[in-house]
């Protein structure tokens, strides 16, 4: 990946179990954005978070943000077997191109 | 609500040949990007419109060029096409200065033969 790496490339739980992916980035941005890609689709806008925000969620979704580390996290609560799929961050600058990470292969056992 | 819309979804090509891939943006969004993704890979940023004028420009091979039309639609060309040019080609739009959501169309899966 041009920009960072995400931890971990690939995780496996059981359905209702708790996902958590780590993302970090190298440059300083204006936000950081989580997209999921089912296998060779589109991708599709979870959660958008500023860079003077620490915190966020959306519905089964928690996304933090640490600047001083350039890391991100995104927590899927209670996952279903839907929520399978590849989950990539991307950072960018205001207004600016989107840099990606390498993205989590996320697989939710029923 | 409208979404991206990409044409054609697939593309098959030879070597050496060329392609033309269509993005429509979200209506009244007047910022389009471009992504390739090579299998098993995360996206690549290759460039970028505001307001019909090129923006930023990313790792975009210099046989591929692209541009933005009076109605916002944009269009990448790709000439002398290679193996390595093999991939998903993602546009996404957004709405300069009011969003920083970027939304992705469907992609168009370009295969070189």
């Known amino acids: 990946s041009q920009q960072g790496e995400e931890d971990p490339q690939a995780l496996s739980i059981q359905e209702g179990e708790n996902a958590t992916m780590n993302c970090s980035y190298k440059?300083?941005?204006?936000?950081l954005q989580w997209y999921r890609q089912n296998s060779g689709r589109g991708l599709v806008h979870l959660i958008l978070?500023?860079?003077?925000?620490r915190e966020k969620h959306s519905g089964r979704l928690r996304v933090t943000l640490d600047t001083s580390k350039k890391s991100s996290s995104l927590l899927i609560t209670a996952s279903r077997a839907a929520d399978t799929a590849s989950y990539f961050c991307?950072?960018?600058?205001?207004?600016?191109?989107?840099?990606f990470g390498a993205g989590t292969i996320l697989r939710v056992k029923s | 609500a409208a979404g991206v819309i990409q044409s054609p979804r697939h593309l098959i090509k030879e070597k050496r040949e060329t392609a033309t891939l269509k993005c429509y943006p979200i209506?009244?969004?007047?910022?389009v990007y471009w992504y390739q993704q090579g299998p098993g890979q995360d996206p690549q940023f290759l460039i970028s419109?505001?307001?019909?004028?090129?923006?930023d420009k990313g790792s975009i091979p210099d046989r591929f060029s692209a541009q933005q039309f009076s109605d916002y639609h944009s269009e990448l060309n790709m000439s002398s096409l290679e193996l390595g040019d093999s991939a998903l080609y993602f546009c996404?739009?957004?709405?300069?200065?009011?969003?920083?959501?970027?939304?992705f169309g469907p992609g168009t899966r370009l295969t070189v033969l």
């Open positions: 991307a950072s960018a600058a205001y207004g600016n191109k989107l840099v």
């Open positions: 419109f505001y307001e019909k004028m090129q923006s």
């Open positions: 209506p009244r969004h007047d910022t």
């Open positions: 978070i500023r860079s003077n925000e």
């Open positions: 440059t300083s941005i204006n936000n």
């Open positions: 996404a739009s957004s709405l300069y200065l009011r969003t920083d959501t970027q939304y």
